[in-house]
T-cell receptor, first 109, second 117 residues
Framework: KNEVEQSPQNLTAQEGEFITINCSYS?????LHWLQQHPGGGIVSLFM???GKKKHGRLIATINIQEKHSSLHITASHPRDSAVYIC???????????FGKGTHLIIQP | NAGVTQTPKFQVLKTGQSMTLQCAQD?????MYWYRQDPGMGLRLIYY???????DKGEVPNGYNVSRLNKREFSLRLESAAPSQTSVYFC????????????????FGPGTRLTVL
């Protein structure tokens, strides 16, 4: 079973700061997912990436397959970015995902 | 499109009672999943269905049964609820590649908050 570790567990920052959330995993994978869980509980998929870097608005995700590590960056952070960010990797091919415990991010005005 | 819908949103049960959580998706996805989320644990896979008519156990299947009624619907049943099953339950769906080599983007329902007394 793939072990997925995220850091930090909790992060509080000021509006405008550059945010980095890290994810490492133990077993080689075909792709990694980043998800966002809103304060109300809803879960939204942000990225799925298998190599290099992807960008969507102020969010950037990178992955290093050799080092089994991925990062999620948020530029010019805003209070509306406050959420739990979760990384996940496929478990046994297409049979569901194994999730990290999440990073609880709070952006203060 | 409604995406993935779940019913009910909230439920309180007494120990030993049974209930079924309903999930439906309108995206014509082959794969559907049931997860539970507990504080400090992250999401964990209960059961999944790679296609209509097939189901398989995930990480924490004990105490649960599932039915893939058709391509749209995937239900989760608790036959005899226990306090350890107090959790938030999420259904998800995805379009999986035919050789099952890659899990595509997963779309989540809004969740069901279940309390077992």
């Amino acid at each position: 079973k793939n072990e997925v570790e995220q850091s930090p567990q909790n992060l509080t920052a000021q509006e405008g700061e550059f945010i980095t959330i890290n994810c490492s995993y133990s077993v080689g994978i075909s792709a990694l997912h980043w998800l966002q869980q809103h304060p109300g509980g809803g879960i939204v998929s942000l990225f799925m990436l298998s190599s290099g870097k992807k960008k969507h608005g102020r969010l950037i995700a990178t992955i290093n397959i050799q080092e089994k590590h991925s990062s999620l960056h948020i530029t010019a952070s805003h209070p509306r970015d406050s959420a739990v960010y979760i990384c996940a990797v496929p478990e046994g091919g297409a049979d569901g995902l194994t999730f990290g415990k999440g990073t609880h991010l709070i952006i203060q005005p | 499109n409604a995406g993935v819908t779940q019913t009910p949103k909230f439920q309180v049960l007494k120990t030993g009672q049974s209930m079924t959580l309903q999930c439906a998706q309108d995206m014509n996805h082959n794969s559907m999943y049931w997860y539970r989320q507990d504080p400090g644990m992250g999401l964990r896979l209960i059961y999944y269905s790679a296609s209509e008519g097939t189901t398989d156990k995930g990480e924490v299947p004990n105490g649960y049964n599932v039915s893939r009624l058709n391509k749209r619907e995937f239900s989760l049943r608790l036959e005899s609820a226990a306090p350890s099953q107090t959790s938030v339950y999420f259904c998800a769906s995805s379009e999986t590649t035919s050789d099952r080599s890659l899990t595509d983007t997963q779309y989540f329902g809004p969740g069901t908050r279940l309390t077992v007394l």
